[in-house]
């Protein structure tokens, strides 16, 4: 074998050993530098990556905060100025940071940037500390914010420039990398598999920094689209781009339906000249400037529905933005007080009393028509005259003076007094109240008047006509008596007795002997009355039974009585007789001898006082119905007030808000309080009220009664102690109207203490039969009351010192109706105090005895009902049958509250045609409803097949207990008076779902 020996080099020249090395050093060298140049090149790409994104972050925060500081001076808006300032500063820091740090910006653009920024800060701080900054200082923010965000917008494309190429050279650079490595040996492969890993990781980055962007965008879209508020944008072609939740359910319609803002415009807005106005305004552009400011406008809504909405508009950069408030209910809700107020003033008017009005100079505010017209005057012209300018002087100081004394004794007070007509003296009976405010202080008098001239003297002429009457029956009886003493049979003979005397066979009934004034009573001479008998000119006793109907008289000897006679000419003659039986004697036969008197004038005066009493019970038939009817008037109204108030309590609401809301709901309990006292008092009076007897147990009244009141005696610090140590707990009576009367006294004992403490105690004074009596007492350690106001205490509308409860409230009616209920209870009242130290007021009522306590029921606990509801019943459909929209609306939001399905009906016939199409969960019925009454209906209903136990519940503002009963006999399960709390709709639901359906 032939052994091969390497040739040596010649001198100077590189091996290919060395070559090879060399160009695998150079190849690697080169790869090298090209891979430390790319992943150089990669960072910068990254690092400029996340510097655009953050700039792209601060411009939507920048946006954000301009929206919130724009919208913050609107109506109905949640945006508040002081955040959208904060955003701001912080928005304008963060893009100075990025001017200095953006690659690939040039200086002037840099420069400019500052400049602009400097600007923006300087104008926010001026609007910023401006409490109500003027139109022109918003639109010189809107100019600032319009050039800083262009100078932004070209930040951001000098950013994105400097990206493309940082990835363009990166990419070029990848290339070379690959092609090295294809060119390289093996031992590159592993530097080239660790540059791509690294490059994958870069796109991973890149791929986390865009997600990153897109859910900023994201979150700024959701911000937009979840805005209470109806927000759209549109570009400067006029197509609408955005267009949020809140605004499609204002208008009905949908992105993409209405593609332009023209478009928009005339399908919404009525009035065609608006329409061009308003196109004109949206579609400008006006380098940040306003396009217009916040005005209402009627809008037709998709469907032909109808709304009121407050409209703002304004232009972002390129970019117009709209933002719509739908004020409908509130305009309703205006609506409706309005026309309260007007029904007020009608019933004003028509009252045939006399109203005024004067402020606390006695000028006259205002007066109804029948005051103006007893002038011949309008309540318009009479306004804002005084009593000089209709009365004659003396008149006038004397009303004055009355005026100012019931203003400043600040009680009610009623007196006759002379007023003058067209010269005319005349007398009215006056009532005059004085006007409090809520501050405690008097700020005017209402006076009511009513004309008793005429009913003066028909009293007067009466009274007279009752004292001659008197005189003169006490003198014909004296009269008589005397000469039936004194005088034989032939002695009433006498023609001139001055009274009518009859002698009567008391066999055939035919006159022996009449006088003169007996005949002309009746019309007849005397002789022709001798040819006739008393069934003649009596038909009480007729001829064919005379000896019959006279029998009783003559086994007693005498009677009196008053009967009617019949004159010659017919005419009817009302008599007083006074009869006597003489027995024959041998002397002279037997005969009935009567003395006639003629009582037309006495039966007349009757007549009239029948007449009288009837116009006073038809008076106070009518007052009750008057009360009546404006109990349910005004209760409408208020539970559309109150419930209305009571759905904006369930919505977020600032502090000042919440004030608001909180005294509107106080007037209007109060309100309620005072019909509620009129109306108990109506009905005590008019012998209409009733008490309704069951079983109860005392300490659960009681403990009951101290848990009302628990939150007020906290507040103050007053606790409230129960001592029935002593009396029986089962009773039978009127729980209701016993708990009415603790609760007054509870009310009034907390209502005067300010320190101390207030006991409830029940004590068992007497045991009779089946029946206790049973005196409950409230002690509290108040403001006690004055010795000479005692007597006055339960007289209606008494207070104790007007110039110390005007500082508290209240009616004057509470203790009165008190009274009147423990009466009725076959109790009593008192209160006993002493000033300075507090007061005991206490009742007595007669109660029977209940069952063992074994048998109570714990009653069912109502704490979360609406969570109860929501959770056992949601789903469930349910009736309303109610025909006042602003109730409709109410009753139904809170029944969807608790997971309801609502159905609205605004008749009876609507519910009863409902009712037999679905067999329905429960159903609510208003009383008074148009073509068929909510009690028709349920009568209807009950009939229809599968609703015999379905719970049907009154819900309506008749408020007597003879409506209570009304609803009951018709079928329905129990009564929800109007203004009703959403407490008590949903305790009464879920008190009736949760009975099972036997």
């Given at each position: ?551 009783a008289f003559r086994r007693q000897k005498q009677a ?108 209007g309990r109060h309100l309620l309080d005072v019909i ?129 409860t005007r500082r508290y409230g209240g009616t004057g ?186």
């Open positions: 074998m032939t052994e091969h020996r390497p040739i040596p080099s010649r001198s100077g020249r590189i091996s290919s050993g060395q070559l090879l090395i060399l160009s695998l050093s150079l190849a690697l060298s080169i790869i090298g530098m090209v891979s430390w140049l790319h992943f150089s090149q990669r960072q910068a790409y990254q690092s400029a990556s996340s510097q655009l994104q953050e700039l792209r972050q601060t411009r939507i925060d920048l946006a954000r905060g301009f929206l919130a500081i724009s919208l913050a001076g609107g109506t109905d808006t949640p945006f508040r100025r002081e955040d959208g300032v904060a955003l701001l500063r912080q928005s304008i820091e963060d893009f100075e940071r990025s001017s200095h740090v953006m690659p690939g910006l040039l200086p002037d653009d840099a420069a400019a940037f500052q400049q602009s920024a400097d600007v923006f800060r300087r104008q926010l701080d001026v609007w910023r500390q401006t409490p109500a900054p003027s139109h022109q200082d918003l639109v010189a923010l809107r100019i600032a914010f319009a050039d800083l965000d262009r100078l932004a917008q070209r930040l951001d494309l000098a950013g994105e420039d400097h990206i493309g190429a940082l990835q363009a050279r990166n990419d070029r650079a990848y290339e070379i990398i690959l092609g090295g490595a294809l060119a390289s040996l093996a031992v590159l492969t592993g530097i080239l598999f660790a540059l791509v890993r690294k490059e994958g990781r870069a796109r991973d980055e890149q791929r986390r920094l865009d997600l990153a962007c897109r859910d900023s965008e994201a979150r700024f879209r959701n911000l937009f689209d979840q805005a209470p508020v109806g927000l759209s944008t549109s570009g400067a072609d006029g197509r609408i781009t955005l267009m949020n939740a809140a605004f499609e359910e204002i208008f009905g319609y949908r992105r993409g339906e209405l593609a332009t803002v023209s478009e928009w415009s005339r399908a919404v807005l009525t009035v065609p000249d608006q329409q061009a106005d308003d196109v004109e305004s949206l579609g400008r552009r006006s380098d940040g400037v306003a396009g217009g400011t916040e005005q209402e406008q009627v809008v037709t809504c998709k469907g032909g529905v109808t709304k009121t909405v407050l409209m703002r508009r304004m232009h972002l950069g390129e970019s117009s933005l709209l933002a719509v408030v739908d004020i409908t209910a509130r305009k309703r809700a205006e609506e409706a007080l309005s026309e309260s107020g007007q029904r007020y003033r009608r019933l004003l008017d028509n009252l045939p009393q006399m109203v005024w009005q004067k402020d606390i100079r006695s000028i006259y505010v205002t007066c109804n028509q029948a005051y103006a017209q007893a002038f011949g005057l309008t309540p318009a012209f009479i306004t804002g005259k005084t009593d000089d300018d209709l009365y004659p002087r003396d008149l006038a100081d004397r009303y004055r003076a009355d005026d100012q004394r019931v203003m400043f004794e600040g009680v009610i007070s009623s007196f006759d007094e002379p007023w003058s007509r067209h010269g005319e003296e005349r007398c009215v009976h006056t009532t005059k109240v004085p006007l409090i405010s809520e501050a405690g202080k008097v700020y005017g008098i209402l006076g009511i008047a009513e004309d008793i001239t005429e009913r003066k003297r028909i009293d007067s002429e009466l009274e007279k006509y009752r004292h001659h009457l008197e005189e003169l029956v006490s003198e014909k009886t004296a009269g008589l008596i005397k000469a039936n003493r004194q005088l034989a049979d032939t002695q009433f003979a006498m023609d001139e007795a001055g009274i009518g005397i009859h002698w009567v066979d008391p066999v055939t009934g035919r006159f022996l002997y009449v006088n003169r004034h007996a005949a002309n009573m009746t019309g007849y001479k005397v002789d022709e009355m001798l040819r006739l008998g008393v069934p003649d000119i009596n038909p009480d006793f007729p001829s064919s039974s005379f000896v019959q109907a006279t029998e009196h009585f008053e009967t009617t006679l019949r004159s010659k000419d017919g005419r009817p003659v009302p008599v007083d007789i006074a009869l006597y039986y003489l027995e024959e004697t041998p002397q002279s036969p037997a005969r009935f001898i009567t003395f006639l008197t003629d009582i037309s004038s006495r039966k007349q005066a009757q007549q009239a006082l029948r007449q009288a009493k009837e116009a006073a019970e038809a008076a106070n038939v009518a007052k009750t119905a008057f009360l009546a009817n404006m109990s349910h008037e005004i209760r409408t109204p208020l539970n559309g007030v109150l419930g209305m108030a009571g759905l904006l309590r369930r919505t977020p609401l600032d502090h000042r808000q919440n004030e608001l809301l909180s005294k509107i709901e106080i007037s509620n006292d009129v109306l108990d008092i109506s009905k005590i009076e008019s012998g209409k009220f009733e008490l309704y007897y069951n079983n109860f147990f005392l300490s659960d009244v009681l403990r009951e009664i101290s848990d009302l009141f628990i939150d007020k005696s906290n507040e103050k610090n007053i606790p409230i102690m129960v001592d029935i140590s002593d009396t029986p707990d089962s009773l039978i009576g009127d729980r209701t109207r016993l708990v009415q009367i603790i609760v007054n006294y509870m009310g009034n004992a907390l209502k005067f203490t300010d320190k101390g403490h207030i006991t409830l105690r029940s004590r068992l004074i007497e045991e009779t039969g089946n029946q206790y009596l049973i005196r409950f007492e409230v002690e509290d350690t108040g403001i006690g009351i004055a010795p000479e106001a005692l007597p006055f205490l339960f007289a209606k509308f008494e207070q104790a010192d007007n110039s110390v009616l509470g203790l009165a109706i008190t009274k009147k209920l423990a009466l009725l209870m076959g109790g009593g009242v008192g209160v006993e105090s002493v000033p300075g130290k507090g007061s005991l007021f206490w009742f007595t009522a007669r109660l029977g005895k209940g069952g063992d306590k074994a048998d109570r029921i714990r009653p069912v606990s109502y704490a979360s009902a609406e969570q109860e509801l929501l959770q056992r019943y949601k789903g469930g459909r349910i009736l309303l049958a109610e025909d006042e929209p602003i109730n409709q609306e109410i009753t139904r939001m809170l029944l969807e509250s608790a997971g309801f399905v609502v159905d609205v009906a605004a008749d009876g016939r609507q519910a009863l045609t409902r009712a037999a199409e679905v067999p329905y969960t429960a159903i609510l019925m208003d009383m008074q409803m148009p073509l068929m009454g909510g009690v028709e209906a349920t009568c209807a209903i009950r009939a229809l097949p599968g609703h015999i136990r379905t719970p049907i519940l009154a819900m309506t503002a008749n408020a007597f207990s003879e409506d209570r009963q009304r609803c009951l006999d018709a079928g329905m399960n129990d009564f929800i008076a109007k203004p009703f709390t959403p407490d008590q709709l949903f305790e009464t639901l879920l008190k009736w779902l949760s009975v099972p359906r036997v």
